[in-house]
């Protein structure tokens, strides 16, 4: 045998194999669970033979959704994600103006979230100009869908002179109609060009960087929406990186593709060059059409049935026309893709859910698989629509943190306690899977799991809607079996069985059975992939 | 909607719908499940409305294991399944004569039983010839392992002068060392092909009549080992009329082929045309290569590890060497494969458990989901090999009519009680998978479903080890869900779910909530496979 774990505490998810406490692997497969006794007979000369020492071992984590290359390029970034006031950000880029020293280079920070700051207001062009009036400053929010501009990087984007009654872009405006340097949704897109482009070897990097940061924290699977970066390329572009890292062997983890593609064109020329969801190519594989019906919560572009309580002008933004959102859905559907669909606002996910009934009755398909990410506010009859049609939900649990303090301001208490409801998920029997949808969140599961299961912040101790948690047992399964089935993968990994492949997380404590609030603290002591340590802690 | 389905009482196996009443269908495929008010609602005038008047709907039947030529063929044989002694058996073959008048052809009688008979003994050429000397005649065993000829069939066979010192045939002997007329296992295939070659046509005729009379019995899906027929053409002649039927839309049920390829050679010419699990020709899927370890409790030719206790002389046999077995099963086994062997007794079980174990070991694959056929005698630490290894097991609850008769004298009480137990299988979270073995039993799957309950013989009232008994819904998952796993096939059918099939059964009666001995009296109303009725009861 090539691998034996023994003297640890497994916890498989498959009712065959329960009080097990090894596993023999080969060629990437587990061969063999069962008691050490068992599994050590099966030690040859060869055997790398590694004692678990009581830990406890579980399936790999799947984080089913996120932005992989967006996290990987925040490394190089300045890091908001922690700061706790607006000028605490300022001295971040401050540091970061002394390092760059050349005035025609961008100074980029990402992962601000004002809601945590003690005034929380987000800031705009001119509070950014007292860092710098010389370097182009960006700051972006953690949701992604608004950043900050300052006037010189205004100025560098050619949008300093816009006029709010004639903009073709989403900025946003001062009183005054003068932009206020917000740059909202895909008009972010204008700084992220003007950044100098990351070379393949860069991006190599990077990508292989944060594919061993993934795996450091237990990490065996990425769904990721990244194709983004280019909008226009079809996805070429990753999908050329990625494969290569796959076929040189480089990738410590598995990578199935959220391939968004959202014009008829991108997605036209993606289907027409043979792409399709299920594609292997080792380690990466190709998942389905990641379409945005609507925007974030915090930046109140979530698209909803009625107005925001706390914001009686607006009900957010729908990204797509119904035609729009047909055209692409139907398309991809009719092509054999599996699609999944940004949907935060109830009316964004009562259209996209119209949606996918329509294609589907037009066109039966089997086990498409098609699903929605984020299912945030909704009400019980959306939610039961989820059953009745079939439909995925992708769920982030660790969105509580931030979203618990705004949600009932947004939508009132009657809604709110039927949103982020992946109790009655689970109890309808809806495959709901976990994310972290990072770098909105850290990249990092157990933060996840602990609020999957208290709806509590750790920190403040303020809880929300706690009904509406599931156990830890479902919650293990949202970020395991469910994100596996997300990636039609259920059947050769999500559980621990033998004929499935070894990819597992040993951690330091049995998550069954510490209290739920230390889950956030659990240590990953070891990863591996494919039977093959890609990560274990010194 | 193309069809609705409604008042009715769903048995979905599917946790997400659960009291549902109606159904609605396109183009094969389940659209939605719920109540008539919502269901009603997609009605359009095209729709096809059918009034299921409170009867009983569930998943169709699949039939994890049987032989449809042999079935097929056996409607124009002598049927001996139901005759209570030799002399019933003779009279059916003297009408038969009378019918044929002509002594050039057989007469082939088939399906009996002498441990039904008054008299438990085979008959013997002696017996036969009492029907007539001119007319060559064979009976066929319900097991197939063992037929007897008359000393005319003999003398066509050129098989009458053999002797038991010389023959390289499998026969049976009196003790005078002349042929008694027995014919064992393959030696059978002599008589077989003295038959006259049915034609393609007929073939097809045979065929379509014995799907259609299965679709009549609710089943939707036959998994069946038949390319027996002629062993030396590799499965050509089988698979060319089946993708015949299937591409001209002629047959009314899923077809999952068991490949019998016994010999090196026609494996190898099998897989060098391309063929593997799972290519599918509509209706019809390339399922498992079948091997056979051992041959049928009833002729003593299940392989034993110890002697029959009623018959020391003997431990059956084995229809293998090792170094065969590992031979044909690694060549599938790295060819991509899955591999179903016929196993009755502990020794043959064994030697198969120990076999798949090697190829894994050898070349670890996922989800290869091997299996083992009929799965009859064994003890604990065997069974457990099933769990431990993964690897399914195809059982055939109506054995126990004739087994609980004639296990415990074969291997005594303390086997016997851990045999044909389904019950651990269950309880182990083995994958079992429930089948006919028709033609050796009738072409039925509800008194299966009783047999799998009560373990007890309706007619005499006699039990055996009923602690060994599963559930009536274990017993329906067995011969639907299960089924199709058998056959890679549960994500598009084996529960009513949206984004299914609609393979169905409808029955006239609740199987939750009458009497498990009701079961075998219960009526098939209508089954549809792919939404189409393919039986209805007038």
Redesign the interface.
């Known amino acids: 045998?090539e691998t034996i774990l023994y003297n640890g505490v497994f916890y498989t998810l498959?009712?065959?194999?329960q009080s097990c406490s090894a596993m023999a692997i080969?060629?990437?497969?587990i061969?063999?669970?069962?008691s050490d006794e068992?599994i050590l007979q099966l030690k040859s000369e060869e055997t790398n033979l590694i004692n678990l020492e009581g830990k406890f071992v579980l399936p790999g984590f799947i984080d089913s959704h996120m932005h992989f290359l967006g996290v990987a390029q925040q490394a190089d970034l300045v890091d908001l994600t922690s700061v706790k006031s607006f000028e605490e950000a300022s001295e971040k880029c401050i540091e970061k103006i002394k390092e760059l020293n050349d005035t025609s280079k961008w100074v980029f920070a990402t992962g601000f979230n004002q809601d945590y700051w003690e005034n929380k207001v987000i800031p705009t062009r001119k509070d950014l100009d007292k860092i710098s009036e010389e370097y182009p400053i960006v700051m972006r929010r953690a949701c992604g869908h608004v950043s900050v501009c300052n006037t010189k990087g205004l100025e560098v984007l050619g949008l300093l002179h816009e006029v709010e009654s004639e903009t073709k872009y989403e900025l946003g405006f001062y009183e005054d109609g003068t932009p206020n340097g917000f740059l909202l949704e895909t008009t972010q897109g204008l700084y992220l060009n003007a950044q100098p482009e990351p070379t393949f070897e860069e991006l190599q990097r990077m990508i292989i960087n944060c594919a061993n940061y993934a795996a450091s924290k237990g990490i065996t699977e990425i769904q990721t929406d990244d194709f983004i970066m280019n909008l226009e390329d079809a996805g070429k572009g990753m999908m050329k990186l990625y494969k290569f890292l796959a076929s040189t062997d480089q990738l410590p983890i598995r990578i199935y593709q959220q391939c968004s593609l959202r014009e008829e064109e991108t997605l036209d020329e993606f289907l027409s060059n043979g792409n399709c969801t299920g594609d292997e190519y080792g380690l990466y594989k190709i998942g389905p059409l990641k379409l945005m019906a609507d925007g974030s919560l915090g930046a109140h572009t979530a698209w909803m049935r009625k107005p925001y309580m706390n914001d009686p002008e607006t009900c957010g933004a729908s990204n797509m026309t119904d035609e729009k959102m047909y055209t692409l859905m139907k398309r991809a559907h009719d092509a054999g893709m599996q699609i999944a669909t940004h949907c935060i606002g109830d009316a964004a996910l009562e259209q996209t859910i119209n949606m996918y009934d329509r294609i589907?009755?037009e066109?039966?398909?089997?086990?498409?698989r098609h699903g929605i990410v984020h299912c945030q506010i909704m009400d019980k009859e959306l939610q039961d629509r989820f059953?009745?049609?079939?439909v995925l939900a992708y769920v982030q649990p660790i969105f509580l943190k931030s979203d618990m303090n705004i949600v009932d301001d947004c939508v009132g208490e009657e809604i709110a306690k039927q949103s982020y409801n992946w109790r009655r998920f689970c109890d309808?029997?809806?495959h709901q899977s976990g994310g972290s949808d990072c770098p909105v969140e850290p990249f990092d599961i157990l933060p996840n799991l602990e609020y999957a299961v208290t709806r509590t912040n750790p920190d403040t101790g303020k809880s929300w809607y706690k009904e509406n948690a599931v156990t830890i047992q479902e919650a293990i399964k949202m970020f395991t079996y469910e994100g596996a089935y997300a990636s039609f993968s259920e059947?050769?990994r999500g559980t621990l069985?033998?004929?499935?492949?070894a990819d597992l997380v040993v951690l330091d404590e049995n998550l069954l059975e510490i209290p739920a609030e230390q889950i956030h603290n659990v240590d990953v002591l070891m990863t591996m992939v494919n039977g093959k340590i890609v990560f274990k802690k010194n």
Chains 1, 2 share one sequence.
């Open positions: 045998m498959d009712e065959a194999y080969k060629n990437g497969v061969i063999a669970l069962g068992e589907q009755k066109n039966p398909r089997v086990d498409c059953k009745k049609q079939n309808l029997g809806v059947n050769v069985s033998v004929g499935k492949y």
